[in-house]
């Protein structure tokens, strides 16, 4: 976490501060000899790293210990909460964006989701309208912005400024992330599932070992992959890794070679399931119509009885789970990963009755074995991954300002 200065005397000077700056961040408040104990420093040196980071406005005294005896009291001290701004801004295929804010301690200060016509909408106008209403609704201005992280449903090639593999009107344009980019001071552009795979790792069930890596399929209306290679994301040459969707299922030369998201994407879904006479408009309503049917709750609800409509969603439920191993085997036989975590709408529906059937699917292909879970987060995966990694680079930037000769 800490940044790399030069100078002997300043270096060590802001790696203490880093150091006691990362403490407060990462224990909460904290007094003088707390602190000493921690970075192992002085009593001089502790309180003169305090006093330099208390002047920049990244540290405060929030209050005293509570005294039970004669003795004096100390002080408490912290993170400057306003030190730093981090936003995140998601924008989704459903003519939808999604926008959250934090503070340098992580506290949300404002969420909004704000309806789009892309089609009618200049999308860097969209994404900036986005970002002015957020600060409005926290209270800030966009300069106080420190970062902001945009998830976007494609992939972002930052050579030539383009955006591929994505289905939303008007994003194809050129420079168009560019003119974002520039409206703040730092910015930073992700695939969405990407960013889901942070708030899997920060909150999820990757959350228990941080030093290993994971895959997670993405299951929703659209589908994606993101590879977690034990905390780093591999993205590829061109941002595209991942881009399972596009994978062929079929074999060349026949009359007509489908892709893994015509099978497992929300229509191909939706479709397979009215085969089993669950019968919705999108596909994890879908799935979680046969997961009730599975269940005690909700299949006398379904024609034909309980009984018949559990056997009819245990058979969609088997045949999806079919589909989706057919693309998992690859990712299992090519990355041997630690985990597999199902995440996204479909995956959520499904939860375990879907895992396990995926789970059985991929045993029956061959000699293929990997864990498997559901994701972790329940809120929204795109956004909190966004956030945190846009709090992470703010931090970062923090960091980099206490080996600045400015600081």
């Not at 041997?336 to 699917?361: H, I, K, T, W």
């Not at 966004?386 to 980099?400: G, I, K, T």
Request: charged fraction near 20%; hydrophobic fraction near 50%.
């Amino acid at each position: 976490m800490m940044a790399r200065v030069s100078g002997s005397s300043r270096l060590l000077g802001a790696i203490n501060e880093s150091a006691a700056l990362a403490h407060l961040l990462e224990s909460g408040p904290l007094t003088r000899a707390d602190l000493r104990a921690l970075i192992g420093l002085s009593k001089p040196s502790t309180s003169e790293v305090l006093r330099r980071l208390q002047d920049a406005g990244l540290a405060l005294t929030v209050g005293r210990t509570q005294g039970g005896g004669p003795g004096p009291t100390a002080e408490i001290y912290a993170a400057n909460p306003e030190a730093a701004y981090a936003a995140a801004v998601s924008v989704r295929k459903a003519s939808t964006i999604a926008a959250a804010v934090c503070d340098l301690s992580g506290a949300l200060r404002a969420r909004i989701e704000v309806e789009v016509d892309f089609a009618g909408t200049d999308a860097a106008r969209a994404v900036t309208g986005a970002v002015e209403e957020l600060c409005r609704r926290a209270g800030l201005r966009v300069d106080q912005l420190d970062h902001v992280q945009l998830a976007i449903p494609g992939s972002y090639d930052e050579r030539t400024d383009m955006v591929r593999h994505i289905h939303v009107p008007g994003w194809e344009r050129p420079g168009l992330l560019g003119e974002v980019r520039r409206a703040y001071r730092a910015a930073h552009v992700d695939n969405d599932v990407n960013l889901a795979a942070v708030a899997e790792r920060h909150r999820g069930v990757a959350a228990a070992d941080p030093s290993a890596g994971f895959a997670m399929l993405w299951l929703g209306e659209g589908v994606g992959l993101a590879i977690d290679l034990g905390g780093t994301l591999l993205r590829g040459a061109r941002q595209g890794a991942g881009e399972i969707g596009y994978m062929p299922v079929g074999l060349p030369g026949a009359e007509r070679r489908p892709d893994y998201e015509e099978l497992v994407g929300g229509p191909a879904v939706v479709a397979l399931a009215a085969e089993y006479g669950f019968v919705a408009e999108t596909a994890h309503d879908a799935v979680a119509l046969a997961v009730a049917a599975v269940g005690t709750a909700g299949g006398a609800a379904l024609a034909g009885g309980p009984q018949e409509a559990a056997g009819r969603g245990r058979a969609f439920l088997g045949v999806l789970a079919a589909r989706i191993a057919v693309g998992l085997a690859a990712v299992v036989a090519v990355l041997d990963p630690p985990l597999v975590v199902l995440a996204g709408e479909v995956a959520q529906a499904g939860a375990d009755p879907l895992r396990a059937a995926v789970e059985a699917s991929l045993g029956e292909i061959g000699e293929l074995r990997t864990p498997i879970a559901v994701t972790g987060v329940e809120d929204d995966a795109v956004l909190f991954g966004a956030l945190e990694a846009s709090l992470s680079a703010a931090r970062e930037a923090l960091f980099a300002r206490l080996g600045s000769p400015a600081f």
